[in-house]
């Protein structure tokens, strides 16, 4: 065999090995937004979202969170961090406005999280949530 034909026979096998090499490295875990067991955890009353319109924690499980009913009426439950992604910091819901709002830069988020105006260069991060009995429920 010549050198030329050994080097293209080395390199088509360390071509065709590649593919194993990065299945190997993937990681077989979920999402990140499943890492934390799936497990949801009452945040409050239903009671409470209602009289206040909203549900708002500074530490629940490691995040600040707030919870309000969608205000398109669907009675759906939407969940966000308050962590503004522009400057870190706490957006908080404007029923007025119906969006959260950042204090520090004028920054807007529509209730479901998306960046409606100023600076933040990504949607808030969002949480599952659901209605459990008379509890509303996250999952983090």
Same mark, same amino acid.
């Given at each position: 065999m010549k050198r030329r034909e050994f080097n293209l026979l080395g390199l088509g096998l360390l071509a065709s090995s590649l593919p194993l090499a990065i299945a190997a490295c993937q990681s077989d875990s979920e999402p990140a937004a499943d890492a934390g067991g799936g497990e949801f955890v009452a945040l409050g009353s239903m009671a409470d979202l209602d009289a206040q319109g909203s549900l708002t924690s500074d530490d629940f499980q490691g995040e600040k969170l707030a919870v309000i009913r969608d205000p398109g009426g669907s009675g759906e439950l939407l969940a966000v961090s308050t962590v503004c992604t522009h400057a870190g910091c706490t957006v908080d819901w404007d029923s007025a406005? =119906?969006?959260? %709002? *950042?204090? *520090?830069? =004028? =920054? &807007?988020?529509? /209730?479901? !999280?998306? %960046? &409606? !105006? !100023? /600076?933040p260069p990504q949607p808030l991060t969002t949480f599952a949530a659901k209605i459990e009995g008379d509890q509303v429920m996250i999952q983090v």
């Open positions: 406005q =119906g969006k959260f %709002v *950042c204090p *520090c830069h =004028g =920054g &807007s988020y529509n /209730p479901d !999280g998306t %960046v &409606s !105006g !100023g /600076p």
